[in-house]
Nanobody, 127 residues
Framework: QVQLVESGGGSVQAGGSLRLSCGAS????????MAWFRQAPGSEREGVAA???????GYVRSVKGRFTISQDNAKNTLYLQMNSLKPEDTAMYYCAAGGSYACTTGSWLMGGGMNYWGKGTLVTISS
């Protein structure tokens, strides 16, 4: 069982930056697929970024070039650096952990294969 706790959310103006963190209760180096998701009010949850055990990353098109996912295995922590934030980035952000096939198949984008979820941290971007 992996417990995940997100932090780092807040309110910033458009163009600003935030770094989200996700602390894991166990060593995450062996977790084959870690990812960030978000859900805006009235919208479906969407995959934002994922990282596999080899450090390979994937991003949804809307955040490419602005967001960077990374992990520190020594600290059991997953990060999401978010730059050039836009009002449409406003959402609850969740981290999740899953098996390798979630990253290799791309199923993580829809949450497929992601077995463990945090409770989320709120990001609000004002124009």
């Amino acid at each position: 069982q992996v417990q995940l706790v997100e932090s780092g959310g807040g309110s910033v103006q458009a163009g600003g930056s935030l770094r989200l963190s996700c602390g894991a209760s166990t060593y995450i180096g062996n977790t084959s697929c870690m990812a960030w998701f978000r859900q805006a009010p009235g919208s479906e949850r969407e995959g934002v970024a994922a990282i596999d055990s080899d450090g390979g990353t994937g991003y949804v098109r809307s955040v490419k070039g602005r967001f960077t996912i990374s992990q520190d295995n020594a600290k059991n922590t997953l990060y999401l650096q978010m730059n050039s934030l836009k009002p449409e980035d406003t959402a609850m952000y969740y981290c999740a952990a899953g098996g390798s096939y979630a990253c290799t198949t791309g199923s993580w984008l829809m949450g497929g294969g992601m077995n463990y979820w945090g409770k989320g941290t709120l990001v609000t971007i004002s124009s």
